[in-house]
């Protein structure tokens, strides 16, 4: 049994608000999902943000020379499926080694071995951890540049969004950089459409999280008595998940018991969004210099390059 999972949801669920870190969603079916929620329609950041990386990393081109960098270091964190550091490398020939960390290990290899094929002079080096956790990593001489796409930061509070910025600045040594994806605030039927999606697809992937803890956790919970549940938090500023008990029941994990009310929710993922401006206060009291920004149209999504 996974000790690490199997605290972590004992600890979460004894809470009033019952609560499961969102990392979690990743084994191999929830990575699959996610995959799929990223070719649907509603889900605006995936295609808006790989839309933009083609420009960015053009721009970067320019700017990389124009400092005579000759050698860099790309380090992903949260890698899945290494679809968004394509365009970055095929632009990029400054990119020389590679390093991918991603919780979810098989899924890590198997995209790894498509991208060796791809790009046959990159050195590329995968680590399965979580990248939540301060990461130890053997770093060459060359440049390090950060990789953190997907909004991903948003997972995190803001007071652990900021730790992870700093954390990483330290991970990435001096004069490094972050290239960043952060979704935006925005409208908020936007917002919301995009973790309501019409396919169920998010529902899904919301309560593969039960599946997982009836499995790897010797739990019993009926994923059909649970209803997804997503919805903007208009004052804390972002997306929240839920899983919605349907009925009063009681469920086990692991021999202890769990009490619902009817419509009680186990709260599954927080996606917080960020003003530009906000972010830039984010990062840089976690001392890293924004150098540049690149705004999808309509602003609705943001990729920032950051300098330590
Ligand atoms: C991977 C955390 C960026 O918050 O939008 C997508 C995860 N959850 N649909 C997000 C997610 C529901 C996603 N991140």
Redesign the pocket.
């Known amino acids: 049994m996974n000790h690490g999972f199997l605290q972590d949801v004992l600890a979460g669920l004894r809470l009033p608000q019952k609560t499961l870190p ?1 990392k979690y ?1 990743y084994d191999a079916k929830g990575s699959e999902y ?1 995959d799929q ?2 070719q649907l329609d509603e ?1 605006y ?1 995936y295609r808006t943000e790989l839309g933009m990386l083609p420009d960015v990393a053009g721009e970067l081109k320019q700017y990389f020379s124009g400092k005579s960098l000759d050698n860099i270091q790309l380090v992903e964190f ?1 890698a ?1 499926s290494l679809h968004k550091v394509k365009p970055l490398l095929k632009k990029l020939p400054v990119i020389t080694e590679f390093v991918a960390i991603d919780i979810s290990g098989e899924h890590l290899k198997n995209a790894s071995a498509d991208l060796a094929e791809s790009f046959p002079k990159l050195q590329i080096k995968v680590a399965q951890g979580d990248f939540t956790q301060p990461i130890e990593l053997a770093l060459s001489q060359a440049t390090s540049m950060g990789f953190f796409p ?6 995190f509070e803001p007071e652990e969004a900021c730790e992870f910025l700093r954390s990483a600045r330290t991970t990435l040594g001096k004069e490094s950089y972050m290239l960043m994806g952060v ?1 935006t605030k925005k409208d908020e039927q936007m917002l919301e459409r ?2 309501n999606d019409s396919k169920d697809i ?1 529902a899904r ?2 309560k593969n999280i039960l599946t997982r803890m009836n499995r790897e956790l010797d739990a019993n919970f009926h994923p059909d008595q649970f209803e997804h549940l ?1 919805i903007y938090n208009q004052e804390l500023g972002r ?1 929240e ?1 839920h899983l919605r008990s349907c009925t009063r029941q009681e469920v086990e994990v692991a021999g202890e018991s769990f009490q619902f009310k009817e419509g009680e929710t186990i709260h599954t ?3 917080y969004k960020y003003y530009p401006e906000e972010f830039d206060r984010l990062a840089s009291s976690a001392g890293w210099k924004r150098e540049k920004i690149w705004l999808a149209p309509d602003g609705i999504f943001a990729i920032m390059l950051l300098h330590n």
């Open positions: 969102p969603f996610f929620i990223c889900y950041p949260g899945g997907g909004s991903t930061i948003g997972n979704d995009a973790y998010t992937f919301n997503a997306i998940m993922e927080n996606s």
